[in-house]
């Protein structure tokens, strides 16, 4: 079966713009989490939705944001970019949520902000 | 929240075990301990989970001490596909959002 797809693979933006990315995850599955990847700070929990709704939040402001469709398709939003929000963005999908079981990944999407 | 550590590098060869160890000091009763596997470019994919003991799948072992404070994921024969970045993950189970990764292991295995 399909895997989980991200859109798109590769994007810059300059600082102060905005960027959405997308997430489509495995068939019948209903959770979508988001990560960050970064040198430094390394993986790092964004949030979690399940049917729709948000369940689980990380440390991040405000500017970052999310949402999940009825199809279970998730996307995720920063706001205000600033040059740290550089970083590899994954998201993963399970069936049943929460961080028990199998989380499977996206190959992520990779923002550069200059 | 649980702070996990890991060494940053190993090196091995082929045919040998090798077997990586996370620390996490602060697991709460209520954590499961993940291990993941990631190649440059992809994202992680799972290896083996547990919540005490030893649990053992078709490839790798995971060993959890009495005390849960740390863990330690076993790799039998590795090869050179083993060559990856290796990250333990505690999460609290029921659906919580005390979630951390650890900083993860970079794994070298040589001929």
């Known amino acids: 079966k399909a895997g989980v797809t991200q859109t798109p693979r590769y994007l810059i933006k300059t600082r102060g713009q905005q960027v959405t990315?997308?997430?489509?995850p495995i068939s019948g599955h209903r959770s979508v989490s988001w990560y960050q990847q970064t040198p430094g700070q390394g993986l790092q929990f964004l949030f979690?939705?399940?049917?729709?709704?948000q369940r689980n939040k990380g440390n991040f402001p405000g500017r970052f944001s999310g949402r999940q469709f009825s199809n279970s398709r998730s996307e995720m939003n920063v706001s205000?970019?600033?040059?740290?929000?550089?970083?590899?963005?994954?998201?993963?999908?399970?069936?049943?949520?929460?961080?028990?079981g199998e989380?499977?990944?996206?190959?992520?999407?990779?923002?550069?902000?200059? | 929240?649980?702070?996990?550590?890991?060494?940053?590098?190993?090196?091995?060869?082929?045919?040998?075990?090798?077997?990586?160890?996370?620390?996490h000091n602060n697991i709460a009763t209520n954590d499961y301990?993940?291990?993941?596997?990631?190649?440059?470019?992809?994202?992680?994919?799972?290896?083996i989970q547990g919540y005490k003991t030893?649990?053992?799948?078709?490839?790798?072992?995971?060993?959890?001490p009495a005390d849960r404070k740390s863990s330690t994921l076993s790799l039998p024969r590795v090869s050179l596909s083993d060559t990856a970045v290796y990250y333990c993950l505690v999460a609290e189970g029921g659906g919580g959002n005390k979630l951390t990764f650890g900083t993860g292991t970079q794994l070298k295995v040589e001929l």
């Open chain 1, 80 to 100: 205000t970019l600033e040059l740290g929000d550089s970083a590899l963005y994954l998201c993963a999908s399970s069936r049943t949520g929460g961080f028990t």
């Open chain 1, 48 to 53: 979690e939705y399940f049917s729709e709704t």
């Open chain 1, 21 to 24: 990315l997308s997430c489509s």
């Open chain 1, 103 to 114: 989380l499977f990944f996206g190959e992520g999407s990779r923002l550069t902000v200059l």
């Open chain 2, 1 to 23: 929240l649980a702070k996990t550590t890991q060494p940053i590098s190993m090196d091995s060869y082929e045919g040998q075990e090798v077997n990586i160890t996370c620390s």
């Open chain 2, 54 to 64: 030893k649990v053992t799948n078709e490839v790798a072992s995971l060993f959890i």
């Open chain 2, 33 to 47: 301990i993940t291990w993941y596997q990631q190649f440059p470019s992809q994202g992680p994919r799972f290896i």
